[in-house]
């Protein structure tokens, strides 16, 4: 397994695997969100290669410079999505998508890394808490159509 930064060699791939994750928007979605994604100079993506030469797994991260829910800096490092193949999971691939991430923050100068997970997201839960993030606060959303 390496991680490698995402290239144009992996857009195809990583939009498959984007997929997987968020299968309610369609593949032809994920493509068009990569090509912004990709644009976006306070973006970057890592993705896990197993030894096949198979894209196995992505983290897409940003630079955020509003207010980062329990962060106290600006920017912050925000993990946006990251997902390892149900087969490849449980060999440190996730964390090494996480540290690479982790690397391409500092460079850029934050302090803080960030992320969230939807509340019932158990499995998420006890990701970030191994990874050693700190849970800050929990919120319910809410709307009432006018």
Known sequence: M?????????????????FELWPHSSLEHHRAELAQFRAHENASAFVTIDSA???VGFAEATLRHDYVNGC???????????Y????????????????AVAA?????GCT????????????????????????T????YFRKLL
């Open 2 to 18: 390496r991680i490698e930064q995402a290239a144009d060699e992996h857009l195809e791939a990583w939009a498959r695997l984007r």
């Open 53 to 55: 030469g198979h894209v």
């Open 72 to 82: 106290e800096t600006s920017s912050v490092l925000f993990l946006e999505g990251i």
């Open 84 to 99: 390892v193949r149900p087969e490849d999971r449980r060999g440190g691939a996730a964390r090494a998508l996480c540290q």
């Open 104 to 108: 391409w923050g500092r460079e850029a």
């Open 112 to 135: 803080e890394f960030a992320s969230d997970a939807l509340i019932g997201n158990l499995a998420s839960h006890a990701f970030h808490a191994a990874l050693g993030f700190v849970e």
């Open 137 to 140: 606060r929990r919120v319910v």
